[in-house]
């Protein structure tokens, strides 16, 4: 509902360049003005994009480092943090240079990986449920 609301003010304040900027919804907050005293709002919205983007990051990193302790049967997660960050940190400077890039990715190489990966998951895990449910019930009846 948020993502509509955003989207339908973007349309209605920015017309038909809506589409045409990189960033919309910081060009819309650099048109709010609230009196002769309030202008240029666009801070507060780079303040929280760049909190969300900071508790996002946080929370992949203690899910991959949890992931990593569950899997590899360690005693805690907590020493697994720091070389999780700085590998985010050195993926995020190495791979994607420019914003433009990292768009282009997105949408020419992401979108049919996840596909894939999808695919092959939901496979893995129907092919698994065969095997562990329906196959030792089929060798049972056939030993008989």
Known sequence: MTALTV??????VLGP???DSTLPTLRLTQMIA???FIERTESIVMVLWTWVAAVKL???IWAAAVATRQVFGLESHKSLAYPYAALATVFS???????????EYLHDVWGPFSTAI???IIS???LGYVFRRLLPALLRTRGR
């Open 7 to 12: 989207a339908v003010s973007l349309t209605v």
């Open 17 to 19: 360049n809506a589409l």
């Open 34 to 36: 609230l009196g002769e």
């Open 58 to 60: 946080a929370a992949f």
């Open 93 to 103: 400077t190495i791979f994607f240079e420019q914003r433009m890039t990292f768009r």
């Open 118 to 120: 999808v695919i092959f």
């Open 124 to 126: 893995a895990v129907g």
